[in-house]
């Protein structure tokens, strides 16, 4: 498996923001996707966004189309999801994900997002 680290989640007020970084500390793997996943208490884990490495393409889920965007920094194997406009229901743990060739899907140590007044 790929390793990656995670950061910038926390605590923020609804209709603030945060951005989250993954980096894959590998710089030998042959990237495919990289995204984000989240999962709220009780609930399922849920794809938020995906970056695909090659083409550039990204998509989203419904709930955060408008708000959430990914970006990525190809020198540094690295993602990053700008969350703006945050709700309540956006809380959850960020999990970050990594596609690669030759290397079964890896998985972030995942970061607390909440957002309360």
């Known amino acids: 498996q790929v390793q990656l680290v995670e950061s910038g989640g926390g605590l923020v007020q609804p209709g603030g923001s945060l951005r989250l970084s993954c980096v894959v500390s590998?710089?030998?793997?042959?990237?495919?996707?990289m995204g984000w996943f989240r999962q709220a208490p009780g609930k399922e884990r849920l794809f938020v966004a995906g970056?695909?490495?090659?083409?550039?393409?990204?998509a989203y889920a419904d709930s955060v189309k408008g708000r959430f965007t990914i970006s990525r920094d190809s020198a540094k194997n690295a993602v990053y999801l700008q969350m703006n406009v945050l709700k309540p229901e956006d809380t959850a743990v960020y999990s970050c994900?990594?596609?690669?060739?030759?290397?079964?899907?890896?998985w972030g140590q995942g970061t607390q997002v909440t957002v309360s007044s």
């Open positions: 994900y990594v596609d690669a060739r030759m290397v079964p899907r890896s």
């Open positions: 590998d710089r030998t793997v042959s990237l495919i996707t």
């Open positions: 970056f695909g490495w090659s083409s550039g393409n990204t």
